[in-house]
């Protein structure tokens, strides 16, 4: 399992966080994810065989946020 924190702008409440986590744990090989509104982040757990990065950040921002370099 790999861990990656990826800075996600656009969360502005507790259905953001909800929606984003919610998206993130829908993909194949996602093991855990902690969205956090404060510092406006998602660390995600996942295994490298079944997902790869660009395809957590695609999910971020087909749900409407950002996801900052």
Not at 34 to 50: H, N
């Amino acid at each position: 399992m790999e861990t990656v924190t990826l800075k996600v702008n656009g969360m502005t409440c507790g259905g953001c966080v909800g929606s984003v986590t919610r998206v993130l744990k829908a993909l194949p090989g996602v093991d855990a994810v902690d969205v956090q509104l404060a510092p406006g982040q998602a660390t995600i757990r996942y295994d490298a065989a079944k997902v790869a990065v660009p395809k957590l950040r695609a999910a971020i921002e087909d749900a409407g946020y950002d996801v900052a370099a």
